[in-house]
């Protein structure tokens, strides 16, 4: 099946540094998405990109949908504990109705 | 507007039972979807249903069945549950129109096998 690859898989930051992530596909998906899921709970959508280049922001989440169609990323900046969780990015695929989804960035925050 | 809504949040089950698990969309979403989340295997496609009629089926034996009713309320039912059953169950629902490319999830139903 479709395989999103994320990067990294996980990352450990001091409190205030900014964050970076990031999936790829070999395929050309026409939405890209990014949630945050809590141990325990169900994910959290965090930020929906629709267009090719388009550029969203969320508080401090940032993300981008790239001109290939075929990556995005996902950036935090300033980083607080509650951020910890694990980021994944998701999409259905441009000719297709199922979703896909990454293996994850699990982010630790060192106060 | 109310989340989507899974029920239990928590079951533990005996190897060879049944299971079945809830899940109410956000009002207005025909389209519900269920996941299978493991550690070691990430997020799993299940099945999807749109108007009561299953629309993609993942790579799942058919002891993974489901249905969903014309309120759009959807169930999903495990029989004979092997240990390997353990894990959250996350259903998922689409709204409808060009917003539907985007999924809102619940917050899963943890099923312990044992």
């Known amino acids: 099946g479709q395989q999103l690859n994320q990067s990294p898989q996980s990352m450990f930051i001091q409190e205030g540094e900014d964050v970076s992530m990031n999936c790829t596909s070999s395929?050309?998906?026409?939405?890209w998405l990014w949630y945050k899921q809590d141990p325990g709970e169900g994910p959290v959508l965090l930020i929906a990109?629709?267009?090719?280049?388009e550029l969203t922001s969320n508080g401090r989440l940032t993300a981008q949908f790239g001109i290939t169609r075929k990556d995005s990323f996902l950036n935090i900046s300033a980083s607080i504990p509650s951020d910890v969780g694990i980021y994944f990015c998701?999409?259905?695929?441009?000719?297709?109705?199922?979703?896909?989804f990454g293996t994850g960035t699990s982010l630790t925050v060192i106060p | 507007k109310a989340g989507v809504t899974q029920t239990p949040r928590y079951l533990i089950k005996t190897r060879g039972q049944q299971v079945t698990l809830s899940c109410s969309p956000i009002s207005g979403h025909r389209s519900v979807s269920w996941y299978q989340q493991t550690p070691g295997q990430g997020l799993q496609f299940l099945f999807e249903y749109f108007s009561e009629t299953q629309r993609n089926k993942g790579n799942f034996p058919g002891r993974f069945s489901g249905r969903q009713f014309s309120n759009s309320r959807s169930e999903m039912n495990v029989s004979t549950l092997e240990l390997g059953d353990s894990a959250l169950y996350l259903c998922?629902?689409?709204?409808?129109?060009?917003?539907?490319?985007?999924?809102?999830f619940g917050e899963g139903s943890w099923l312990t096998v044992v």
């Open positions: 990109l629709y267009k090719a280049g």
């Open positions: 998701a999409g259905p695929l441009f000719t297709g109705n199922q979703f896909y």
């Open positions: 998922a629902s689409r709204p409808p129109g060009t917003a539907g490319n985007t999924i809102y």
């Open positions: 395929s050309i998906f026409n939405t």
